[in-house]
DNA sequence: CCATTAACGACTTTATGTATCCATAATAAC
DNA sequence: GTTATTATGGATACATAAAGTCGTTAATGG
């Protein structure tokens, strides 16, 4: 079990919004070379972002990404949902007749983590980052 | 990111040993059929747990597996991680020059859910299904 | 010796992630 | 309006891992 490329992708785009120039959009071409990965490999993922309703797109020249929401309003847990969907980690494929016990342990444990992603911003690495 | 569904079959099967009769070996063919999984996969599994340490196996005529510890001492996340490794469920892939600040909040959230999956262990289970 | 049972390796199949290419649509600048 | 720019979408290829099967070997009890 992994977290897949594409979520790192995502998040590493994302945290270069934040601290990019407000309101001024970004396009996919200059955050592919930041992190070293195809145009349009790097498009799909930005696309999920947008539809996640996180981040704005505008084509056409000097289009690109921008924030939708404020960035303290942006936690880690929404952008891995936005790119791994929001499915839990442990579905019991075992057919017992009443509730799987197991299943309900393991999917506690995932709200302990979720719970953190919720609560971190990528606005708290923002800030980590100027002061370095 | 899923849990592999070997990882499922593997706590099921350890909560079958926990809930059977003291030191007496349970052969996989009977695991298996109370699963719904075929002897030869689930062995696979039964292996790997055999080669962490939490059960021991005996080959031959009436052999098959027991626990190798007491069962307040077998975690979720033992069991866990004979089964899918201990890697991280995070590797940054972007070539930054520094520590990836991304990379150690969501390392952070790995760690509460193991530090969760940690504290329950399986005989919490099997106390819980006596009562029912 | 014989039946039983775990362990191991080779293999097939299927699903998912990674990645690329090309066509299309929308917008801004001129 | 034309052109350049940029996002979106579909098709496709490739690699990797999961899921599952089969046959063989090895060890043990009766």
Same mark, same amino acid.
Do not use: C, Q, R, T
């Given at each position: 079990m992994?977290? %897949?490329q594409a979520t790192d992708y995502a998040l590493h785009a994302m945290l270069?919004?934040?601290t990019a120039v407000p309101n001024k959009p970004?396009?996919?071409q200059l955050l592919a070379e930041k992190l070293g990965v195809s145009q349009t490999y790097l498009s799909k993922m930005m696309t999920k972002l947008v539809k996640a309703g996180l981040i704005q797109s505008a084509p056409g020249a000097n289009g690109g990404y921008r924030l939708r929401r404020k960035q303290e309003e942006i936690s880690f847990l929404?952008?891995?949902h936005a790119i791994e969907g929001t499915a839990s980690l442990f579905e019991c494929s075992v057919n017992h007749? %009443?509730?799987c016990l197991i299943q309900q342990v393991?999917?506690?444990a995932e709200r302990q983590m979720e719970q953190y992603l919720e609560n971190k911003k990528i606005a708290d690495l923002a800030k980590l980052m100027k002061t370095e």
């Open positions: 992994k977290y %897949s270069h919004l934040v970004v396009g996919v929404d952008i891995i007749g %009443s509730e393991v999917v506690d």
